[in-house]
C-alpha cells in the first residue's frame, strides 16, 4: 500500500504513477464504492477524498488536471475522472472498470426508482412528496451552477457570453448545440491567443 | 422495443451536450422525450429528475430511470449506455492526447471560452427544471430556501432534499 503512494508523490502531474501496481479489480471496487456512497452531488470531492486521499492513487495536481480536462470536455466531471484516472492506473481496461464501478450503484438505484414509480407514481402522497423534492433540485441546481460561476466568471465579458447562451437556448428556444456552437466559438475567439509584444516566439 | 434505436440516438446526441455538466442538456432532454417523441411528460421528467438527486454517483443517473419508464430494464441498460460511452470515448482519446498539447496556445483558450458557455448552459437547464418544478408558493419557498442554504452552509445536499420530501409528506398528510 506504501510504494504506489510514494510514488504517486514524487510523479510529475499527468504521468501515470502507480501503473501497474493496482489491480483491475481494486479499481473497480474503488470506484464502485465512491459510486454507491457519493450521496447529495459533489462528486468530485468524493473523487478526490477516495483517490488522493484515501488510497493515494494519484497525487493532487494530478487530481487538479484531471479536473481541468474534464470540465473542458462534454461528459459529467465525475464519469470523466473517472475515465482519465482509471487511464492512468491501468490502461483502457482501467478506465472501463472505472467508468463501470462509478455508474453502476446509481444506474440500479434509479432504475429500480422507475419501477416503484410505475406502480405507485400516481399515487397523491407519492406526488406531494416528488413535488417538493423536485422544487429542492431546483434550489441545488441553482446553487451548483452559481457556484461554478463563482469560480469560472471573472470578466465582464464572461458574463456576456453566459448571458448570451442562455438567451438563446432559453429566450429564443435554439436547440442546444447551435447554441453551444455560436456562442462558444465566439467566446474561444474573444479568448484568442494574442502575440503578446514581449515575448513572441522567433519564427 | 422498437424505440430501443431512436432512444439510444438520442440519449447519445444528448451526451454529446453535457458541457459543464448534465445539467446543460437537460432543456434538449426535455424537448426531445417530452415534445418530440412524447415517451414521458413533463412532470415525470421533472419526478426523474428529483429522485436522481437522491441517488448516489453521477447526477445524471436520472437516465437510467427514464430509460426504464420508457422500454423496460433493457432500455435503462442502452440508455445509460448510450448517454455514458460517447463522451467516455471522446475523454479517454483527448485525455491521451492533453499532455501532448501542453504549450499549445489554444488549448487554454479553448477552456477559458467554453467556462461561461458552460455556466450558460447549466443555467438554462436550472431554468427549465424551475419552470416545471416551481408550481406554487411552497415550492418557490423550498427552492429559494435550498439555493440560501447550500450557498451559506456546508450542509449535505441530500438531507435537505430528504427533508423537502419530508415537508410534502405532512402537507399531504395535513391535508387529511
Known amino acids: 500500500m506504501n510504494s504506489p503512494l510514494r510514488e504517486a508523490v514524487s510523479a510529475r502531474p499527468g504521468e501515470l504513477p502507480a501503473r501497474g501496481r493496482v489491480t483491475l479489480w481494486q479499481i473497480f471496487a474503488a470506484f464502485l464504492t465512491i459510486g454507491a456512497t457519493s450521496v447529495g452531488g459533489g462528486l468530485v470531492a468524493y473523487l478526490r477524498r477516495g483517490l488522493v486521499a484515501k488510497r493515494g492513487w494519484i497525487d493532487d495536481p494530478t487530481f487538479v488536471q484531471l479536473l481541468s480536462i474534464s470540465e473542458a470536455l462534454p461528459g459529467l466531471n465525475g464519469t470523466n475522472i473517472a475515465i482519465l484516472a482509471g487511464d492512468r492506473l491501468r490502461g483502457a481496461r482501467g478506465a472501463l472498470a472505472a467508468i463501470l464501478g462509478i455508474c453502476v450503484p446509481g444506474a440500479l438505484i434509479m432504475v429500480a426508482a422507475a419501477i416503484a414509480y410505475r406502480s405507485q407514481g400516481d399515487e397523491p402522497v407519492v406526488e406531494a412528496m416528488l413535488a417538493t423534492i423536485a422544487a429542492a433540485a431546483v434550489g441545488l441546481s441553482f446553487s451548483v451552477t452559481v457556484q461554478l460561476g463563482q469560480n469560472l466568471l471573472k470578466r465582464l465579458s464572461d458574463f456576456v457570453f453566459v448571458g448570451l447562451t442562455v438567451l438563446l437556448v432559453h429566450g429564443l428556444h435554439l436547440s442546444i448545440l447551435p447554441a453551444l456552437l455560436a456562442v462558444g466559438i465566439l467566446a474561444i475567439w474573444w479568448y484568442r491567443p494574442r502575440p503578446s509584444r514581449r515575448e513572441a516566439p522567433p519564427q | ?176
Open chain 2, 1 to 176: 422495443m422498437r424505440q430501443l434505436p431512436v432512444l439510444v440516438g438520442v440519449f447519445a446526441y444528448l451526451s454529446l451536450l453535457t458541457i459543464g455538466g448534465g445539467m446543460s442538456a437537460f432543456p434538449e432532454m426535455k424537448t426531445l422525450t417530452v415534445d418530440v417523441y412524447h415517451w414521458l411528460t413533463f412532470p415525470q421528467l421533472i419526478h426523474f429528475f428529483s429522485v436522481g438527486q437522491l441517488a448516489p454517483g453521477p447526477n445524471m443517473m436520472m437516465v437510467a430511470a427514464v430509460g426504464e419508464w420508457i422500454a423496460g430494464p433493457l432500455g435503462a441498460l442502452f440508455v445509460v449506455t448510450a448517454f455514458f460511452l460517447p463522451t467516455a470515448l471522446i475523454t479517454f482519446c483527448v485525455g491521451r492526447l492533453w499532455n501532448r498539447l501542453e504549450g499549445w496556445p489554444w488549448r487554454d483558450v479553448i477552456q477559458r471560452g467554453l467556462a461561461p458557455v458552460s455556466i450558460g448552459l447549466l443555467l438554462s437547464g436550472s431554468l427549465t427544471v424551475a419552470k416545471g418544478a416551481v408550481t406554487g408558493w411552497l415550492t418557490a419557498f423550498i427552492a429559494i430556501a435550498v439555493f440560501g442554504l447550500l450557498l451559506r452552509t456546508r450542509i449535505n445536499p441530500a438531507i435537505l432534499i430528504f427533508g423537502a420530501g419530508l415537508i410534502g409528506l405532512f402537507g399531504f398528510l395535513d391535508r387529511w
